[in-house]
């Protein structure tokens, strides 16, 4: 079992930044690829970036590549993504999945149905 916290939404000007981060409680967070994924407004909620579960691979939709950086830290059991260049477009309730591929199974980044644990979300909204 892993829950999941995020935290580091707020509210920031386009061209701006933010750093959003991921606290996991269990045992199994060291076994676990983690994504972020966001739902704007009237929209489905869509893959924006993952990670395996030792941080070697990265993955990225490509309406951020280039702007946002995924990463974690196994020791703090957390997990982070770094925005930059923020864009009106970008604003959405930001979710932190894990899911439980163990060291050796297949990672499907963008399937959301996937990903075992949600958190609860954190808005971002970017004014323009």
């Known amino acids: 079992q892993v829950q999941l916290v995020e935290s580091g939404g707020g509210l920031v000007q386009a061209g701006g930044s933010l750093r959003l981060s991921c606290a996991a409680s269990g045992r199994t967070f060291g076994r676990c690829a983690m994504g972020w994924f966001r739902q704007a407004p009237g929209k489905e909620r869509e893959f924006v970036a993952g990670?395996?579960?030792?941080?070697?691979?990265?993955y990225y939709a490509d309406s951020v590549k280039g702007r946002f950086t995924i990463s974690r830290d196994n020791v703090k059991n957390t997990v982070y993504l770094k925005m930059n260049s923020l864009r009106p477009e970008d604003t959405a309730v930001y979710y932190c999945a894990a899911q439980n591929t163990g060291y050796s199974g297949t990672y499907h980044y963008n399937d959301q149905y996937e990903y075992n644990y949600w958190g609860q979300g954190t808005q971002v909204t970017v004014s323009s």
């Open positions: 990670i395996n579960w030792s941080g070697s691979s990265t």
